[in-house]
DNA sequence: CTGAAAGCGCTAACAG
DNA sequence: CTGTTAGCGCTTTCAG
C-alpha cells in the first residue's frame, strides 16, 4: 500500500498526466477543456475514488457548504420535525448540516452560538430558546453569516424570520369551536410576554368577537409553562360548577398536561369535552379518533427559511445587504374526533 | 471598518508584536512561552475576538472536531433521546455534531454515508436503517474513521458497538408479568431476521421456561412492521376466545400500533389486559398511570459510545488497530400502571 | 486550452 | 524563549 490517507488532486492530476489546475477545472466545471482531457481526469479521479478535501476547499474559497441549526428543544415533537425537514433538504442541496440542541437552557444556547460562530457555517437556522440570556440579540447580530429564526420570533431582532400566523392558528380553532355550537371556551396558553401565545390568544378573542360571544377571561389560563402546570389548570376549570365544553391548547407541552388532566379526570372526548390544539402529537393518532389540530406546515417552513439562507448566501456574494423580511405562512385546521357538538351532557 | 472578514493570527501576533508561531503555541498551550507575552497574547486575541478558523487549522492538523451522526429514523423517539445525549456529550468534549438523518430508507443511508464520508469527520456514530442495502457493509468499512453501531448491530460488520442485552429485555418483562400471575403472554414484534427482535423475543422464551411454563406460540406474532400491523395484530389476538391477559411489544412503533388497537377495542389497562413495552415513550405519562417500561440507559449508552470514538481517536494516533468491542449494557424495567396481577375479568 | 505558482490561515519544525 | 518558514490541499489568476 503506497499512501496511507485519501487520495489528493495532485495523484489524480499525476495519473491523469495533468496539472493540479487542469483537475480542479475539470471536477469543477470551470473555464473550458478539451473533450479527450476531461475524460483522463474524470477517470482518473473516478478510480481513485477521489473526493477534495473539504477543508482544502472552505480555505480557499472561503464557504464550509455547512449550516448550523440551533435547536431550542429537540423533544419538542414540533421542533423535531421542522429539523427533520431541514435537513433533508439541505441534504439535497449539497450542505450538511451540525446540531447544536438548547434543551430550552439559556446557557446552552449561548455555549452553542459561540461554538456555532467559530464553526464558519455558510448560514444558521435558529428556534430561540424561550427564556433570554444577557445580550443574547447582540451576539446572534454579530454572526458573520445569514441566520433565520423560526417559529419563535425574537423582539428587536431584525433578522429574517419564517413562521405562520399564529393569529389566524387561534382563529381556525376558535371558530371551529363556534361552528360547532360551543359558547364556553376555555384556553390553556404560556407566557403572553411572548409573541406566539399573545397572537393565538388574539385570533381565539377576535374570532368570538366576530360571532358576537365574548371570551370569559376566567377561562383563560395563562403562564402555564410545566405539564402539570397545565393538567392543574384542566383539574381547576372542569372542576368549576359552570365548566367549558371546550377546551383549547397552544402548544405541544400544554397539551400533554392537557391531556394528561383529562384522562386523570375519567373525562372522554368530545362526550365530556372537545379539546382543539396547536402542533401535531404524531403518537396522538393512538387515541381513538386523534385530536383536532391547528398543524403548521413544517415542509413549507423548512424551505422558506432555506430559501432565507441560500437567497441570503448568494446575495452577500453581491454584497448585497441582508434581507430581514418576515415570511408568514398560514396553519391548516385538521378536524379528528376529539371536537364535536355542543350539549350532549 | 478595516477589515471585513474575521481576525486571522496575524493580525494577533501583529496587536502583540510577535509572530504568529508565538502566537500559536500560546494559544495550543504548546512550547514555553514568557509570562509577559502569553499575556500580551491572550489580550490581543481576546481584545480582536480571534478564533483560529476551522479549515485551516483542520488542514494542517488532519483533524476537524466534527462527530458524524447517522440515525436510522429521527421521528423514533428512541434514536432522538440517543441523539440528544451524544450532541450534549460530544458538545460538552469540543465536538460538533453532523446530523444525517436516514429516515429508514436504504438509498438515503447510502448517501448520507457518502456525505459523510468526504466531510473527513473524526468519528462516526450509526444507528443503521432497519433494510440493508447492496454493499452497505464493505461502504460503512471503508470509512477512513473510527466508528461505532448503536442499537443495531449489523451482521458481519466488524466495527465497535453499544447496545443493550436484548435478551435481558425480553426476560425482564417477562418476568414481571409472571410475577403478577399471567400465564397467556402476547407478543408482537419485528422480524426476528434481525437480532435484536431475535434476542428480546429468545428472553421472553427462556424467562418463560425458567418458571416452567411454554410460551404459546401461537400468541407470537412476528414480522410487524407498521402501526396498523400491530394494530392488526392486536385485534387478532384479543379477539380469540382464549385471549392473553398480558402483552408484550418488542419496539416503539408496534407499542403505538398495539394503543391504537386497544383504545379501537375499548380495552383499558391493566383491567382488560396488561402491557409491557420495550423503549420509553416520552409522552405516555398522560396515559393515567403511564407504561409499564424496559427502558434503555440512553445516557450511559452515549457514553459508552463516545468512549469509543475518541478512545479510537486517540488510539488512531499511536497506530493501534481498531478496537472492536461490543458494549453491552443491562436495561432496566420500570413499573408502571398498565400491568397489573391476573384474574379482574 | 493547459501549466505554473501564489496563497487561503494555521501548526510544527528548525534556527537563532 | 521567540522568530522564520515550509507546507496541509485546493482554487484561481496569469502566462504561455
Redesign the interface.
Known amino acids: 500500500m503506497a499512501s496511507g ?2 487520495p489528493t488532486i495532485k495523484e489524480v492530476a499525476k495519473l491523469a498526466d495533468v496539472s493540479v489546475g487542469t483537475v480542479s477545472k475539470v471536477l469543477n466545471g470551470t473555464g473550458s477543456i478539451s473533450a479527450v482531457v476531461r475524460k483522463r481526469v474524470e477517470d482518473a479521479a473516478q478510480s481513485l475514488g477521489y ?6 476547499r ?2 480557499r474559497s472561503g464557504d ?1 457548504k ?1 449550516l448550523g ?1 440551533l435547536v431550542a428543544d ?2 419538542n415533537p414540533f421542533f ?2 421542522l ?2 425537514a431541514i ?2 433538504r439541505a ?1 439535497a442541496k449539497g450542505y ?6 438548547s ?1 430550552e437552557e439559556p446557557l446552552r444556547e449561548k ?2 452560538l459561540q ?1 456555532l ?4 457555517v455558510d448560514g444558521v437556522f435558529v428556534i430561540p430558546t424561550f427564556d433570554p440570556w444577557p445580550g443574547r440579540v447582540v451576539a446572534f447580530s454579530a454572526l ?1 453569516c445569514p441566520i433565520v429564526q423560526l417559529d419563535r420570533i425574537l423582539e428587536g431582532f431584525d433578522a429574517p424570520s419564517v413562521a405562520i400566523d399564529n393569529r389566524m392558528a387561534g382563529r381556525l380553532a376558535a371558530q371551529h369551536f363556534i361552528d360547532l355550537g360551543h359558547r364556553r371556551i376555555a384556553a390553556l396558553t404560556g407566557s403572553t410576554e411572548y409573541q406566539i401565545a399573545r397572537h393565538r390568544v388574539e385570533g381565539l378573542r377576535t374570532t368570538m368577537a366576530a360571532n358576537g360571544l365574548s371570551f370569559d377571561e376566567t377561562l383563560l389560563v395563562q403562564k402555564l409553562h410545566t ?1 402539570d402546570d397545565a393538567a392543574a389548570a384542566t383539574f381547576d376549570v372542569m372542576g368549576r360548577k359552570n365548566p367549558p365544553t371546550a377546551i383549547f391548547s397552544g402548544n405541544n407541552h400544554l397539551t ?2 392537557l ?2 388532566g383529562l ?2 379526570l ?1 373525562l372522554s372526548m368530545p362526550d365530556d369535552v372537545s379539546i382543539a390544539v396547536i402542533d401535531e ?3 396522538a ?4 379518533g386523534g385530536i383536532t389540530t391547528v398543524v403548521q406546515p413544517c415542509g413549507a417552513l423548512a424551505d422558506a427559511a432555506l430559501a432565507s439562507i441560500l437567497g441570503d448566501i448568494a446575495g452577500s456574494k453581491v454584497g448585497e445587504p441582508r434581507t430581514s423580511g418576515a415570511t408568514i405562512l398560514q396553519p391548516d385546521l385538521k378536524v379528528r374526533r376529539s371536537t364535536g357538538p355542543v350539549g350532549n351532557r
Do not use: D, F
Open positions: 490517507g485519501a473526493a477534495p478535501h473539504p477543508s482544502a472552505s480555505l464550509t455547512m441549526l429537540l423533544s423535531l420535525q429539523v427533520e435537513e433533508q441534504s450538511s448540516v451540525l446540531l447544536y440542541n434543551n455555549r452553542n461554538a460562530a467559530a464553526q464558519r458573520p405539564i400533554l398536561g391531556l394528561k384522562s386523570e375519567e402529537l404524531p403518537w393518532g393512538m387515541l381513538a
